[in-house]
């Protein structure tokens, strides 16, 4: 069980990282629409623009539905339950910006697809953004996953700056992926 | 033909199709686990429906969606370009779509929707 002292670095950490809503473990459908929900309240509460609030919301359900839909497709894999229980997501302001940071564990022979497509991405203006999701808008959907491509480029089209992302290998089965998102 | 109905959950919106009174009405949050599962009885409900609709009537689709999420904004693409056939074997449709004309970035992503589409189509302010 957790220390005292531990408890106390935790929240020591948040504050001084400007982490106003965390979350580590599994991601579910419900989980998300409970922080989303809740990330929503607290962004009204505090009286936040509203274009702000849809586009932090917006990088939110995207970023941790792109996390969910990465675990689903592994759910027949061996390392289902080592990735399912890797992922955890973190929104927070500083100096007036805020952030959607969030960690996930992939398996190694996925970070080249990821890297081409985020390397992509950030080359692209906002012009260039929005024809190419319109483009894959129009292709056809993933019927068995539901999941369209877009998720990415969204983010990247709401946020206001290029997409900050690492990847670390842990060894030769598995690596870390982060990704944060500024707006 | 029977109407259709879904009632709003947290991540899926009020769904209504009246085809007595040719009104297709969608209101909520959009952003399913999985759009396509959510959305594939809409799409045979409309196909159907607009295999029976003679075009004398005139028919009003309202659209009043807070958030939609990727996979759900492809589908309602689809949903769209169902109107959008429509329309052009000459059928009689109207789409009002409703935003919070305030927030700049819903009415860029109405604007976005509907920018491509011939058939009659309005961007309105949302009541809540």
Known sequence: MM???????????????????????RFTQSIIEELGEALKNYLEAEQR????????????????????NYNVSKENSQSYDKIAQSCIVTIGSLAETN??????????????PLTDSLEHINTLNKDELKALFKEKRKAAINLETGSAGLGLIDIARKASAPLDYSITKIDDAFSYFTLKVLV | MKGFMIESSKSTPEVTFDPDNHFIYIKGQSYPENAYKFYEPLFQWVDHYF?????????TINFELSYINTSSSKCLMMLLDKFEEAHCAGKSLTLNWYCDLENESEVECAEEFLEDLTLPKYILQRVD
């Open chain 1, 3 to 25: 220390s005292n002292s531990n408890l106390f670095k935790i929240q020591s950490l948040l504050r001084e990282e400007g982490i106003h809503i965390s979350f580590s473990g």
């Open chain 1, 49 to 68: 623009p509203k274009n702000n609030i849809f586009n932090i919301f917006s990088i939110f359900i995207e970023q941790t539905q792109n996390i969910r």
């Open chain 1, 99 to 112: 952030y959607i940071f969030s960690g996930n564990l992939i398996e190694t022979n996925d970070a080249r």
């Open chain 2, 51 to 59: 295999e029976e609709l003679k075009n004398e009537f005139n028919v």
